[in-house]
Structures are given as structure tokens and as C-alpha cells.
């Protein structure tokens, strides 16, 4: 059955009967129309097997010339570039033979020919082109679905391609009607006019192409609405950084009406912009210390807790990215998923040290983050109003972060999220209805990943079996299109040094051969790595200026596009490269194994850990090195060839 996108440019009750002959057509066909309304040659555009196009409209009587101008000077500036033209079928509702004024390309049918048969007439009238044409005209129609190949790892094979006519890359259909989801008219109008904003969410998995997609989305949102207001709100801002060279290298600068940035300078901008008492947010050196002050044998309530400091800090994060209120609502808040339990007499404890925190990181001179975004989130102050939102890396973002966006919107505006639940979901296994945002019938699943190999990610995958995930928190890649490799390399080490020694021998060695650029490779460390160091260490084997470390804000200023990527491993979603050292595997797995949790807490530590590892080694895109002291778990042994071996001790 064909594809078929929204038919808006016909008319409402000839709709039903086209859509009746469009499905009739094979699965390699597909129908759509521009976004761009200077684009509208036809209300329907054929897309059909072996690079072949059709245009098809319907009209109540024959077309004049001006009813096809548009059309009309399309063709002709085909046939100057010496092309072929593309055949427009004009379906007639009422025809006659007064047609001989039409150029030849204009075919006129009856409706009754046509809906009888219709996909016969169809597969007749398709005319096939070169593929350079075709793309040339694909590019034309529908700029969305366009990738630039410098902004991708799509590719077959490492080495560099010199030809000067390589020919672009075009998202799938999915991913094209992903980019369209709600621009184009709305299928269920009628509910949402009862929702104060709109809701859509593309859940895919990783390497489906969300950010590109959120991309191309962009740039035809702006441009078919250059009055409305859009922000891009990242995960993390090596992905803000990432994305911002792409509209630079690919379009030369973002649209007018656009910003990229992070939740957190978001968030800092709409505060700034309501309560301007506030000057600076503390920096992390600045909580560490006042994180000391608070878990300290000082505070009565502390000493009485009996948990680790990992747990309180947590739990104080907690009240404020749930937005709990007051004491009231937190000694009856269901902590359902927590990994571990509080009784009565705890919470009082623990919110006490909350007040403390609040008194301690919250006045004029600096602000806790979670402290401030709660206190936006919660305040009663109007904030400045954006017309729509696009959101990457969604299923990272808490309650609060959620609850600013929301109350950033102007009335019936609208959200547009992109997230990969097999990376964690909400934080803390929420159901997106719970913090207010409707997805129900709006949601686009993308099970195909484009980024990576089918050896990498059934190695990556594998490590998601090891956990008890809800259909809501596991999307199951589609293995059968993805293309082959080989296997993803283990290499085990006895000691940390020993490790960091056998990667910058691989890595010297990888980039003396030059058969990669350095843009396309990308290290990516556990804790256990410190990036300024480590980028030290690497620049001593490949060169000076060779290494970005994208942990470093200072560093992305200089220019990135051309140099190696270095960042942690809560840094990387979202990044990716041909290219990809894990470092510290088996301490990202096992940091869990060495604390002294319950089993519950074990279990949760665990899955955030499989989460992580999962995340890290699902950014390569033809070759994936994974480097550890620790033995990974057997469900991974099967997909990959490992070498070296571990400490016994």
C-alpha cells in the first residue's frame, strides 16, 4: 500500500475517492505535498519506483493556463535545464474536450476514469529520471528530507570520497513525515482545540535520526512561519555546539526566529527576565562545598538518617525536580520506582535538610539549578511566551523542566519532542501524561537506526536485556535493514593506566593511517577520565590543535568542525561519530558493585549504568572500540571480539 501523507490541496470531498485508488499502489510509492506553499505545483506529488515522479489534482472542469501557471513554469525550467517534464494528471470532474490550450504534460481524465482505475493510469503516466535529476528535484519538493553529508556518519565505508558528484542523502519516508508531523493539517484538530498547546513526540531509537530530524524540522517551521517564535532546547551543550555547526556548515547560519540552546541557559533567561535580584548561578565547585555544609554531622537531622549522602543528595533533587511543594505534600508524595524506601520519621529528616539547602543555595548571589527552575516553575509570575518548542533527548528532562517549557508557551502553541526511552525515561519511569503532556495518538515510533551498524547495535541492545523494561520504556530496533560491519571491539586491560596506554596506541595509529578524519572520531570516558588531561594526552600522539574536548566550554569557542571529540559519557547523547573509544566500560557498569546498596538499590543502579554503557556505544557509526578493567556482562560476549584480559584481584 502506498504512503500517503496529508492531501490538504484537494478538495474535502474527492479526498475519500483518491485516497481509495493511492492505496491500491505498492509500497514503493509515495504521496505527498510541499510545505512550502511557492512549492505547490500540484495538490498531490507521486513519488513512484526506479527515481519516477507524477503530479495529480482534481478540478471541477478542465484547467485554464492560469489555474497551472505554477506548474507550468516548473516544467519549463526543466525542460531548460534539459530534463524531462513531469506529467500533471488533471482529474476533471466535469469533462469536456476543451483542453487543446494545455501543454502536452497536462493530461486530462475523467473522475470516473480515474477512480475506476485509477493505479493503472497512475503507473503509466510515471515518468523515470537519472538519479542526479531525481535528486535535484526531491531536493526541490521536499528540502526537509535533505541530509548534508557532512553533518552525517550515513555512509558506507570510511575512507574518503573525492568525486565531485556525490549525491545527498534523503531521510526515509518515517523520518520525512516525522519533520511534517503537525505542520502540514492536523488529523485530529477537533481534540486538540481543547488542549491550551499541541503535543507531538517521535520516539526513536538510537541512530533514527531525531536530531536530524529536529534539524530539518526547524529550518521549514521558520521558514513557513517566520512570524512565530521558535526555540531548539538540548539536552547538553556539546549537542547545542554540534548542532550549531551543522546550520553553519550546511545553511550558513540558523533561521532569524530560531535559538539552540540548553534547558539550563533557558531556564537562566526566563528567570533573569522575571526576578532581576538574581546576578550568577552558583558554580560546581561552589555546591560541593555548600553540599558539605549540608550533609554534615552538624545538622541534628542528618546524623539521624542513617543513609548515604548519595541518597540524601538525590532525594533533595528529587523534591525539587518533582515540584513538591511543601512538607505536607512530601510526607504523603508516592515515590513509587525511588530504588529505595523512606519511612515517616525519614522524610522529616530529609525535609529538614531541604530547608537548609534552600536557605543555603537560594538568595541574590547564586542559585542551586534544581532550587530556581522549581521556584520558575512553581511562581505565579507570567514568563516571556515562545509560539513553539522542539525538544531533544526528551526522556531526560524532569518534571520541572517540563513545567517551564509549558508555562513558556503562548496559547494554543505547541511542543514537538524527540526522545529515545531505551536511554532512560524521565528520570524516574513517569508516563508523560503524568507531567501534563497528551501524547496519546501523537506519538511517531522509528525502530531503524541509521547511525550505526547491525553488529553494533545488536551488541549495544543486548546490554537492555538485562533489564525489566515496560513496552513504554523499550523501543526494539529493526535489525533486518540495518547495514553490516564488524563486530565491536572489547579490549581488556589489567589496570587503568594500562588501559589509557593501549587507546592512545590506537588512536596514534588510526590517525598516522588517515583513513578517517579526526571530526569522525569521537572518545567518549567514564569518571574514572579526567577530559582536560586525557585531551592533553591524546594531542601529545596526534598533534596540537587535533583534540575538541566538548566538557570545556571554553574549548568549543575555538573551531571544532576538524578536530577528534573528546566528553564524558553523560555528555554524549545525542553525538555521534564514524568512529568510537569507550573508555572505562567496565567502571561505568560496575561502580554500582563496589557501594554498599540494598538489592533494590543495586537493581536501580545497575539499569542507570546498562543505560549509560548502552548510550555510549550506540555513537559510533561504522567501528566501535569499548576499552575496560571490568568484565562486561555474557549477554554482550556473543556480539563482539575481545581481547587482553582483567585484573584477578
Known amino acids: 500500500m502506498a504512503h500517503i501523507d496529508t492531501m490538504s490541496g484537494l478538495k474535502r470531498n474527492v479526498r475519500r475517492h ?31 519506483p526506479c527515481n519516477s515522479w507524477l503530479f495529480v489534482g482534481s478540478h471541477s472542469e478542465t484547467p485554464t493556463l492560469s489555474d497551472v501557471q505554477m506548474l507550468c513554469r516548473f516544467n519549463e525550467s ?10 500533471y494528471l488533471a482529474v476533471i470532474e466535469n469533462p469536456d474536450s476543451n483542453h487543446f490550450h494545455l501543454p502536452d504534460y497536462v493530461q486530462v481524465i475523467s473522475q470516473t476514469d480515474f477512480y475506476a482505475d485509477g493505479e493503472r493510469i497512475i503507473v503509466e503516466k510515471l515518468v ?28 558506507q565505508n570510511l575512507v574518503s570520497d573525492n568525486s565531485a558528484k556525490l549525491l545527498p542523502f534523503f531521510l526515509d519516508y518515517d523520518q ?107 558554580k560546581e565547585q561552589d555546591v560541593e562545598a555548600a553540599k558539605k555544609k549540608i550533609l554534615s554531622d552538624a545538622n541534628a537531622c542528618y546524623t539521624k538518617l542513617l543513609l548515604k549522602d548519595s541518597q540524601i543528595w538525590d532525594e ?50 547564586g542559585y542551586l539549578p534544581n532550587i530556581y527552575i522549581k521556584e520558575l516553575a512553581l511562581s505565579a509570575k507570567a ?25 513558556s508557551l503562548v496559547p494554543g502553541g505547541s511542543i514537538f519532542m524527540c526522545a529515545d526511552p531505551n536511554q ?6 513517569l508516563s508523560w501524561k503524568s507531567v501534563g503532556l497528551n501524547v496519546r495518538g501523537r506519538t511517531k515510533r522509528l525502530n531503524h537506526s541509521y547511525r550505526t551498524t547491525y553488529e553494533i547495535m545488536t551488541a549495544a541492545n543486548a546490554l537492555l536485556e538485562e533489564l525489566d523494561s515496560s513496552p513504554e520504556d523499550y523501543i526494539k530496533p529493526d535489525f533486518e535493514k540495518m547495514t553490516r560491519g564488524g563486530k565491536p571491539q572489547i579490549i581488556y586491560s589489567r589496570s587503568l593506566q594500562d588501559e589509557n596506554a593501549r587507546f592512545l596506541n590506537e588512536l596514534e595509529a588510526l590517525v598516522k593511517s588517515q583513513e578517517v578524519p579526526l571530526h569522525q572520531i569521537m572518545v567518549v570516558c ?63 557498569i560496575n561502580q554500582a558493585r563496589h557501594v554498599d546498596f540494598t538489592e533494590s538499590e543495586h537493581e536501580e543502579a545497575l539499569q542507570e549504568s546498562l543505560r549509560k554503557l548502552y548510550v555510549a556505544m550506540t555513537r559510533a557509526g561504522q567501528k566501535l572500540v569499548v576499552f575496560s578493567t571490568e568484565t562486561l556482562p555474557d549477554s554482550v560476549m556473543p556480539h563482539v571480539e575481545c581481547s587482553g584480559c582483567v585484573s584477578m584481584s
Request: aromatic share 12%; with cysteine.
Open 383 to 407: 514568563l516571556p511566551s515562545f509560539d513553539h518548542f522542539m525538544i531533544d533527548e526528551a526522556q531526560f528532562f524532569a518534571p520541572s523542566w517540563l513545567e517551564v517549557i509549558k508555562r
Open 78 to 87: 526543466l525542460i531548460k535545464l534539459g530534463f524531462s517534464s513531469i506529467p
Open 424 to 429: 532512560g525515561f524521565l528520570k524516574r519511569r
Open 176 to 282: 520525512e513525515l516525522a519533520i511534517r508531523l503537525d505542520i502540514m493539517e492536523s488529523v485530529d484538530q477537533a481534540e486538540e482545540l481543547q488542549d491550551e498547546f499541541s503535543v507531538r513526540l517521535i520516539n526513536g531509537v538510537a541512530g533514527s535520526g531525531k536530531t536530524l530530524i529536529l534539524i530539518n524540522r526547524a529550518i521549514i517551521y521558520c521558514k513557513k512561519f517566520p512570524e512565530k517564535k521558535v526555540r531548539l532546547i538540548i539536552h547538553n551543550n556539546p549537542v547545542v555546539e554540534d548542532i550549531k555547526q551543522k546550520f553553519e556548515t550546511w545553511l550558513g547560519g540558523k533561521p532569524q526566529n530560531l535559538e539552540i540552546l540548553t534547558f539550563h541557559s533557558f531556564a537562566w533567561q526566563q528567570y533573569k527576565a522575571k526576578f532581576k535580584y538574581v546576578s550568577a548561578l552558583f
Open 18 to 48: 483518491f485516497k481509495k485508488v493511492f492505496v491500491q499502489l505498492g509500497d514503493d510509492f509515495f504521496i505527498r505535498e510541499p510545505l512550502d506553499d511557492a512549492l505547490k505545483v500540484a495538490p498531490c506529488i507521486v513519488e513512484g
Open 316 to 365: 533533595l533533587e528529587y523534591i525539587n525536580d518533582y515540584l513538591i511543594k511543601d512538607k505536607v505534600e512530601y510526607l504523603e508524595y508516592d515515590r513509587q520506582g525511588r530504588g529505595f524506601a523512606l519511612q515517616k520519621s525519614q522524610r522529616e529528616h530529609i525535609w529538614q535538610l531541604y530547608e537548609i539547602l534552600v536557605e543555603k543555595l537560594s538568595d541574590p548571589k
Open 128 to 155: 523515470e529520471f537519472p538519479a542526479d535529476n531525481f535528486a535535484r528535484i526531491k531536493r526541490k519538493f521536499f528540502p526537509e528530507s535533505v541530509i548534508p553529508t557532512q553533518c552525517s556518519t550515513r555512509k
Open 526 to 588: 567514564s569518571r574514572q577520565y579526567n577530559p582536560w588531561n586525557l585531551k592533553k594526552d591524546m594531542e601529545s600522539r596526534t598533534g596540537h590543535n587535533t583534540v575538541v574536548n566538548y566538557n570545556d566550554k571554553n574549548d568549543l569557542k575555538s573551531v571544532v568542525g576538524s578536530r577528534i571529540k573528546i566528553m564524558t559519557v553523560n555528555s554524549c547523547t545525542g553525538m555521534e561519530a564514524s568512529i568510537t573509544f569507550v573508555l572505562g566500560a567496565g567502571h561505568i
